[in-house]
């Protein structure tokens, strides 16, 4: 059984919202949990991070998105808002067992567990 599963990614327009859903099994061993995105063509980059301590955002997205665990629901959540074209990417949710950092966030090659990721476009 698949560990991490994305769901709610679509088609928008700019200024639209999206919430995309990361729901995760045991065994799932996790600290830090958080969304990376990789646009076409380019690589993948972290987007939001969060553990039991803090959470992180970078700074293309401070603002305008936020992350949430619902524990008893074993789901990650990313609320997105004022979606611009440039969030156009493959959004992937992802764990480890480090803890999150702040700056710089954790790349993905320190996260051991990924979802298939899901699809955002925004449309101008």
């Known amino acids: 059984q698949a560990q991490l599963v994305e769901s709610g990614g679509g088609s928008v327009q700019a200024g639209g919202s999206l919430r995309l859903s990361c729901k995760f099994y045991s065994p799932v061993n996790r600290r830090c949990m958080g969304w990376f995105r990789q646009p076409p063509g380019k690589e993948r980059e972290a987007v939001a991070h969060i553990d039991r301590i803090s959470t992180v955002y970078a700074d293309s997205v401070k603002g305008r998105f936020a992350t949430t665990i619902d524990s008893t629901e074993n789901t990650l959540f990313l609320q997105m808002n004022d979606l611009k074209p440039e969030d156009t990417a493959m959004y992937y949710c992802?764990?480890?067992?480090?803890?999150?950092?702040?700056?710089?966030?954790?790349?993905?090659?320190?996260?051991?567990?990924w979802g298939q990721g899901t699809q955002v476009t925004v449309s101008s």
């Open positions: 992802a764990a480890t067992d480090r803890w999150c950092r702040i700056k710089p966030m954790l790349p993905a090659t320190d996260f051991e567990r």
